[in-house]
């Protein structure tokens, strides 16, 4: 099982820039695919970004390429979201996601593949 607990968030100016971080616990972190995935006030949640275990390859929405970068740290068990130059439809709670079963070269894990979620980390943009 793996517990993830998400930090980072806060209000910032529509330009500015957050890193998020997700941390998870146990030891077995590099056999997940990590994503992140963000819910703004009365929307469903959406995807926003996933990444292989060893960190090779990302997989992005749309809405967020070009501004939003996810990486991770196997050594630290953390997986991270840098968000540049954002805007208030940013304005959301942040969620990281594990997904455990996900084979490489199929469909990216984008929804309820993931096995375990965290609480979130809000998000506010302000104009």
């Known amino acids: 099982q793996v517990q993830l607990v998400e930090s980072g968030g806060g209000l910032v100016q529509a330009g500015g820039s957050l890193r998020l971080s997700c941390a998870a616990s146990?030891?077995?972190?590099?056999?997940?695919?990590m994503g992140w995935f963000r819910q703004a006030p009365g929307e469903e949640r959406e995807f926003v970004a996933a990444?292989?275990?060893?960190?090779?390859?990302?997989h992005y929405a749309d809405s967020v390429k070009g501004r939003f970068t996810i990486s991770r740290d196997n050594a630290k068990g953390t997986v991270y979201l840098q968000i540049n130059s954002l805007k208030p439809e940013d304005t959301a709670v942040y969620y990281c996601?594990?997904?455990?079963?996900?084979?490489?070269?199929?469909?990216?894990?984008?929804?309820?593949?993931?096995?375990?979620w965290g609480r979130g980390t809000e998000v506010t943009v302000s104009s």
């Open positions: 990444i292989t275990r060893s960190g090779g390859r990302m």
């Open positions: 146990g030891r077995a972190f590099s056999n997940y695919v």
């Open positions: 996601a594990a997904e455990a079963q996900w084979v490489y070269g199929s469909t990216w894990p984008t929804g309820d593949e993931y096995d375990y």
